[in-house]
């Protein structure tokens, strides 16, 4: 599978691919794979996501949606984006493809053994992630680790390090929208095939953040269940990016889809 294989669909101003999780597996293993036995350098592919919050803050912050639709390939980390799809968009959204589950997915999804590393949270996290993953998954190789705290100065001195140990795979967890904004400033000095931004996602997997009940998940309700955990954090977050990405939503209805 290659990116022209893929259909788009506007969701709420924003480009976004019709994929399934198992087509999204495919493209990125493909995407490397591709890399790998091509003699000539090839761009990463950066792939973001959005789900409702993204909606919302593209539509208020002009850069924030200009960035967003800067990736290859923008994909449905939350239900709603789905649902959206389904009521007020040209194509729709085959299934949820959350970031939390695609850093999974790609190891069980495909046999190939990929080179991974891992940027972002704390160091001690990090670590952690990238260790319970290796012992989850026997073909998700680590090739480093960084924390996310480091100044814009440091950033060249990062990417020489990633570069050395050619990764197959860089997941750039530093939150919106600074990793859309490394990804993008890096696109042509990193040699690495597949770049995935992916927001907390290491915590996910290290524990420290709570996942919702399958059925909430299901039901497109892990926001409300993150809310109520940290409501200090998210709750008045989602209270007012929720109505306005639904409103946004049906303001962009039936955008004409791109390829």
């Given at each position: 599978?290659?990116?022209?294989?893929?259909?788009?669909?506007?969701?709420?101003?924003?480009?976004?691919?019709?994929?399934?999780?198992?087509?999204?597996?495919?493209?990125?293993?493909?995407?490397?794979?591709?890399?790998h036995t091509s003699a000539a350098s090839i761009d990463p592919m950066l792939i973001f996501s959005t789900n409702g919050h993204s909606i919302s803050i593209?539509?208020?912050?002009?850069?924030?949606?200009?960035?967003l639709n800067q990736a290859d390939l923008l994909h449905a980390d939350g239900q709603s984006v789905v649902?959206?799809?389904?009521?007020?968009?040209?194509?729709?959204?085959?299934?949820?493809?959350?970031?939390?589950?695609?850093?999974?997915?790609?190891?069980?999804?495909?046999?190939?053994?990929?080179r991974h590393f891992l940027l972002g949270a704390k160091q001690s996290t990090v670590e952690k992630c990238a260790d319970t993953l290796a012992d989850m998954h026997s073909n998700f190789v680590i090739a480093g680790t960084h924390h996310g705290y480091f100044s814009q100065q440091q950033e060249d001195e990062l990417i020489e390090k990633i570069n050395q140990v050619r990764p197959d795979v860089l997941w750039v967890?530093?939150?919106?929208?600074?990793?859309?904004?490394?990804?993008?400033?890096?696109?042509?000095?990193?040699?690495?095939?597949?770049?995935?931004?992916?927001?907390?996602?290491?915590?996910?997997?290290?524990?420290?953040y709570k996942r919702a009940p399958q059925a909430m998940q299901e039901m497109g309700l892990e926001w409300l269940h993150r809310a109520v955990t940290e409501p200090r954090k998210l709750l008045w977050r989602y209270l007012t990016t929720n109505p306005h990405a639904v409103f946004c939503a049906v303001k962009h209805r039936h955008r004409q889809s791109l390829r």
């Amino acid at each position: 599978m290659t990116l022209a294989d893929i259909v788009f669909t506007q969701v709420g101003g924003l480009r976004t691919a019709c994929v399934t999780r198992k087509q999204l597996v495919e493209l990125i293993t493909a995407h490397a794979t591709r890399n790998h036995t091509s003699a000539a350098s090839i761009d990463p592919m950066l792939i973001f996501s959005t789900n409702g919050h993204s909606i919302s803050i593209a539509n208020r912050d002009k850069t924030m949606g200009a960035l967003l639709n800067q990736a290859d390939l923008l994909h449905a980390d939350g239900q709603s984006v789905v649902l959206f799809s389904r009521y007020f968009s040209e194509h729709p959204i085959p299934e949820r493809s959350a970031t939390t589950d695609m850093i999974h997915d790609v190891p069980q999804m495909s046999p190939l053994r990929l080179r991974h590393f891992l940027l972002g949270a704390k160091q001690s996290t990090v670590e952690k992630c990238a260790d319970t993953l290796a012992d989850m998954h026997s073909n998700f190789v680590i090739a480093g680790t960084h924390h996310g705290y480091f100044s814009q100065q440091q950033e060249d001195e990062l990417i020489e390090k990633i570069n050395q140990v050619r990764p197959d795979v860089l997941w750039v967890g530093l939150g919106k929208p600074k990793e859309q904004l490394f990804a993008l400033r890096h696109k042509h000095h990193l040699k690495v095939p597949v770049v995935i931004s992916c927001g907390g996602c290491f915590n996910f997997v290290t524990g420290e953040y709570k996942r919702a009940p399958q059925a909430m998940q299901e039901m497109g309700l892990e926001w409300l269940h993150r809310a109520v955990t940290e409501p200090r954090k998210l709750l008045w977050r989602y209270l007012t990016t929720n109505p306005h990405a639904v409103f946004c939503a049906v303001k962009h209805r039936h955008r004409q889809s791109l390829r």
